[in-house]
Nanobody, 112 residues
């Protein structure tokens, strides 16, 4: 069964950085587009960033220039480097594989 496990969340000050990881198993990871989504309390889940098997990336306008998605196919892992964090980035961040496979989420809180 496909499993996606996120890690790296936590509490950071505004302007700080975090690096999230998503480790995949039970899947031929290298051939699939991967994505990061987030969901804040009372809001719908939204797309943050995607990366294709070939390494092409797309970002939500709200995070463009601050976040970077990357992947290491040898480690079956996708990353989200988050810099210049803002309070509005506070959310549970989820990893997704193409065709609707989701991780359990990791909490990111940006607060002073």
């Amino acid at each position: 069964q496909v499993q996606l496990v996120e890690s790296g969340g936590g509490l950071v000050q505004p302007g700080g950085s975090l690096r999230l990881s998503c480790a995949a198993s039970g899947t031929i990871f290298s051939i699939h587009t991967m994505g990061w989504y987030r969901q804040a309390p009372g809001k719908q889940r939204e797309l943050v960033a995607t990366i294709t098997s070939g390494g092409s990336t797309d970002y939500a306008e709200s995070v463009k220039g601050r976040f970077t998605i990357s992947r290491d196919n040898a480690k079956n892992t996708v990353y989200l480097q988050m810099n210049s964090l803002k309070p509005e980035d506070t959310a549970v961040y989820y990893c997704r594989r193409a065709y609707g496979y989701w991780g359990q989420g990791t909490q990111v809180t940006v607060s002073s």
